[in-house]
């Protein structure tokens, strides 16, 4: 079972910066489409971008694009999310996760129901 743990999270101004990583355990990291996705107190669990396994093709939520930008790296079996600009709403413990179907082709999925490895959360909290 691949275990993937979330770091960078943290309090920062609104306009600030911060760089969330998720380290990932295994071998197999380089097969799988990744993601990050966020869940604010009483919402539901949101998603916020997705990376392909083949590292070529990137999705955002409208909500973020421009703003944060997701990347991988596969030699160190880690993703991570750029996040710039930062607004208050973006306040929420963000999670990456694992795509379950490995080498999928075609368009990136913004479902949690087709993530099958979770971390634990990193905390953003955004101060105005």
């Known amino acids: 079972q691949v275990q993937l743990v979330e770091s960078g999270g943290g309090l920062v101004q609104a306009g600030g910066s911060l760089r969330l990583s998720c380290a990932a355990s295994?071998?197999?990291?380089?097969?799988?489409?990744m993601g990050w996705f966020r869940q604010a107190p009483g919402k539901e669990r949101e998603f916020v971008a997705a990376?392909?396994?083949?590292?070529?093709?990137?999705y955002y939520a409208d909500s973020v694009k421009g703003r944060f930008t997701i990347s991988r790296d596969n030699a160190k079996n880690t993703m991570y999310l750029q996040m710039n600009s930062l607004k208050p709403e973006d306040t929420a413990v963000y999670y990456c996760?694992?795509?379950?179907?490995?080498?999928?082709?075609?368009?990136?999925?913004?479902?949690?129901?087709?993530?099958?490895?979770w971390g634990q959360g990193t905390q953003v909290t955004v101060s105005s």
């Open positions: 295994g071998r197999t990291f380089s097969m799988y489409d």
């Open positions: 990376i392909s396994w083949s590292d070529d093709t990137t």
């Open positions: 996760a694992k795509r379950t179907a490995r080498y999928t082709v075609g368009v990136l999925t913004t479902a949690p129901s087709a993530f099958g490895s």
